[in-house]
């Protein structure tokens, strides 16, 4: 298992109370729990941002009266949308740990931003249809229930799965939490109930959650309420963490037998269709959402105005939970991909081998069939996100006979990280190397777009590079 805080490092609860978990899981009353368990711990991953202290940091949340550090690492980088095009060091370290240590599970430790709502801490599992069906439905119907179940139990901490209050007109719009938050969300929910929603964020492996659920691993996001007082927050960000080591470790057979049967199917093969877009989706009925109350107060040392949630005061709301995603345009999963090693994808190889995928390169030149993807249209955004204008791609799929001299690079998708390839090198994908402007030379309307795919085993002779 590996527990990460401070990803952002103005939502600081989550390193105090790793602290704190980290003693008793070694000196004190939880060592019992590594009997069964491997636990790693990140207590501050943006360093950077944890020592830039301002009293001007995220001033609006309930403490610590003291400041905190910035969102961003030293170079203006969200650590926690870098998970795929992987350019900052933090996040290079950061998968080189998981292809090292491979852990079964994820917890990654943040605060929110936005809406008024009665939960203590509210939690997400891995949101992309693309991951295993059998890993998504292990935490949101199983593990994740229970947990909650044991928290407001043992502890009468309230908690659910993230959202934020929207309504339907706005539902379908792109989401970023923080640009969100930014742009000014809805902190109450609509006084119309039939347009009243519950929202959760986004599909995209730029987010830490859903990349693990695309490497076939279980991952849980943890989001302390912001309005909670500090001490309050770092107390159920302790216990949550708790509870969910004391699932894995009573259910830690189960976990890793779930976790070998899910990379057994990917390595033989035995995976369908996949999306490369992707709508917003309700669960079936409408849920009772506690809907809380704040007051206003100051900060002793800034002066400013902090929120501070009322604590008791919440009440039940019906709405719609809008909290799954599904595809609506899906293809088949490839046998393996197929590309020329030139000066144009050095860094796709690169990028590859960094998030712990299998790259052969042809020993022979070959001549083969393979699915060729002729572009009829690219859109590039307007304004830029970390430094990137995100580019999507339309066009189609046509069979052809093609030549690939020896060194050609080959990826083949039976290993167990099949839907993160899938995501990264597909021509369509919402969050891959033609979406972070890794391919911009290659993107012409009427050209091929420089990646093949082939169908079914490729008879071809290569070796692992």
Not at 339 to 349: L, P, Q
Not at 356 to 377: H, K, M, Q
Not at 389 to 400: H, I, P, T, W
Not at 423 to 445: C, I, M, P, R, T
Request: proline share 4%; hydrophobic share 40%; aromatic share 10%.
């Amino acid at each position: 298992m590996f527990i990460q805080a401070n990803i952002h490092a103005g939502e600081v609860e989550g390193k105090e109370a790793m602290l704190n978990l980290s003693r008793r899981l070694t000196v004190g009353d939880l060592k019992t729990l590594l009997k069964n368990l491997i636990i790693l711990v990140a207590p501050i991953y943006n360093a950077d941002g944890n020592e830039r202290f301002s009293l001007n940091n995220r001033s609006a949340q309930n403490g610590p009266v003291g400041g905190v550090g910035t969102r961003e690492n030293a170079k203006g980088m969200d650590l926690n949308r870098d998970y795929m095009k992987l350019e900052s060091q933090e996040a290079n370290a950061l998968i080189g740990l998981f292809n090292r240590w491979d852990p079964h599970l994820t917890v990654d430790l943040h605060t929110t931003n936005g809406s008024y709502h009665g939960y203590h801490l509210t939690y997400a599992p891995t949101l992309n249809p693309n991951a295993d069906s059998r890993l998504v439905a292990f935490e949101r119907n199983r593990m994740l229930p229970a947990i909650s179940r044991a928290l407001l139990r043992k502890y009468k901490f309230r908690t659910y799965f993230y959202g934020n209050f929207a309504t339907k007109e706005r539902i379908n719009r792109e989401v970023d939490t923080f640009e969100m938050q930014r742009a000014g969300r809805e902190a109450q929910p609509s006084d119309k109930p039939e347009t009243r929603i519950w929202r959760t964020f986004d599909h995209r492996p730029r987010f830490g959650n859903n990349y693990c659920g695309l490497r076939n691993r279980l991952t849980i996001l943890s989001e302390a309420y912001s309005y909670l007082d500090f001490k309050s927050r770092i107390a159920v960000t302790e216990a949550f963490v708790e509870e969910i080591l004391n699932y894995s470790s009573m259910h830690s057979t189960e976990i890793a037998a779930l976790i070998n049967r899910v990379d057994a199917d990917a390595i033989r093969g035995k995976t369908s269709q996949h999306g490369v877009s992707f709508e917003i989706k309700p669960l079936a009925k409408p849920a009772g959402i506690l809907v809380g109350e704040v007051e206003k107060v100051k900060n002793p040392r800034s002066g400013k105005m902090m929120t501070a949630m009322l604590e008791d005061k919440f009440q039940s709301m019906p709405m719609l939970d809008y909290g799954l995603f599904a595809a609506t345009k899906t293809i088949a999963m490839p046998g393996a991909y197929i590309f020329r090693a030139e000066s144009g994808t050095k860094i796709v190889i690169a990028k590859l081998l960094a998030h712990g995928i299998n790259v052969e390169e042809l020993t022979e030149p070959a001549n083969i069939e393979v699915e060729s993807f002729r572009i009829d249209d690219v859109r590039k955004a307007a304004r830029a996100f970390q430094g990137h204008a995100e580019v999507k791609l339309k066009g189609k799929y046509q069979q052809e006979k093609m030549s690939f001299p020896s060194g050609s690079i080959l990826v083949r998708t039976t290993q167990p990280s099949a839907a993160l390839i899938f995501y990264l090198l597909e021509a369509e994908s919402d969050d891959g190397f033609v979406n972070w402007n890794f391919l911009d030379d290659y993107l012409e309307k009427g050209k091929s777009f420089p990646i093949f795919r082939i169908t079914g085993d490729p008879n071809v002779a290569s070796r692992l590079r």
